[in-house]
């Protein structure tokens, strides 16, 4: 399979940083409560200091959201949203072991970090671009709505949405359960530290992930210039570039 983003979107956001990472392995019943601790320990330090409306991160977010037509104080990325709740409730949801630690690596870097089921995925390609309207986006109540064109989301080869406004909401379809065991994780920055901030964060849930699970895994930091992530396990290794 393979996961990039569309040509189009790198030459309207030049300053994405962007990072994805495959991993075959992974069962529900993992401990990472204590990193998960950890993660949001650092980010409720962050936090104490000033709202998450005035990180960096989230600001940058909020000018690309401006600029896809959103109201940023109506549509918020993902890691904003966690900071948001972790700020006024003191600790995230419990979902899923890795659905846990990643939102805990989210607000403890401040950037989106989507993880995804990929048997819930038609390959051979996972493309984040702009809708052409005809995408299926399943919500997490089984509802189906269909993202508008030019809205920007992941869509697979069958058509199907896996997010809406792009790092505003994941979908239902392809979302992290029980029986889980191959995921794809993406991490995407728009702050002039993000090309610093990805590599990093790709580095650390790999790390997380071979300490939890015993899973074999694969990353790559995407740029304009290399756009592309091949995955999977028909994949010859030298063709998964490593962060």
């Known amino acids: 399979m393979l996961f990039r983003h569309a040509d189009a979107l790198w030459a309207d956001y030049p300053e994405l940083s962007a990072g994805?990472?495959?991993?075959?392995g992974i069962d529900a019943i993992a401990d990472v409560a204590p990193r998960v601790a950890e993660y949001t320990s650092r980010a409720m330090t962050r936090l104490a200091g000033a709202s998450?409306?005035?990180?960096?991160?989230?600001?940058?977010?909020?000018?690309?959201f401006s600029r896809m037509g959103l109201k940023p104080t109506q549509y918020r990325c993902a890691s904003e949203s966690l900071l948001r709740r972790l700020r006024k409730e003191g600790e995230l949801p419990g979902i899923h072991p890795v659905v846990d630690l990643c939102n805990a690596l989210s607000v403890a870097y401040g950037v989106p970090v989507a993880v995804l089921d990929v048997d819930r995925i038609s390959g051979p390609l996972l493309e984040v671009?702009?809708?052409h309207g005809g995408e299926h986006y399943t919500t997490f109540g089984g509802g189906t709505e269909h993202p508008a064109p030019g809205e920007v989301t992941f869509a697979d080869s069958a058509g199907r949405a896996h997010a809406r406004r792009w790092t505003n909401r994941q979908s239902g379809h392809s979302a992290v359960g029980e029986h889980t065991s191959r995921i794809l994780v993406v991490?995407?920055?728009?702050?002039?530290?993000?090309?610093?901030?990805?590599?990093?964060?790709?580095?650390t849930v790999a790390e997380e992930l071979t300490a939890h699970w015993p899973v074999t895994t694969a990353s790559a930091v995407l740029t304009r210039v290399a756009p592309e992530f091949a995955f999977g396990d028909q994949v010859p290794p030298e063709a998964q570039r490593r962060a």
């Open 52 to 64: 998450e409306s005035a990180f960096p991160e989230v600001l940058a977010w909020r000018r690309a």
């Open 129 to 131: 671009r702009q809708a």
């Open 187 to 203: 991490t995407e920055a728009m702050h002039e530290g993000g090309a610093d901030a990805v590599p990093e964060l790709l580095k």
């Open 20 to 24: 994805a990472l495959h991993a075959t």
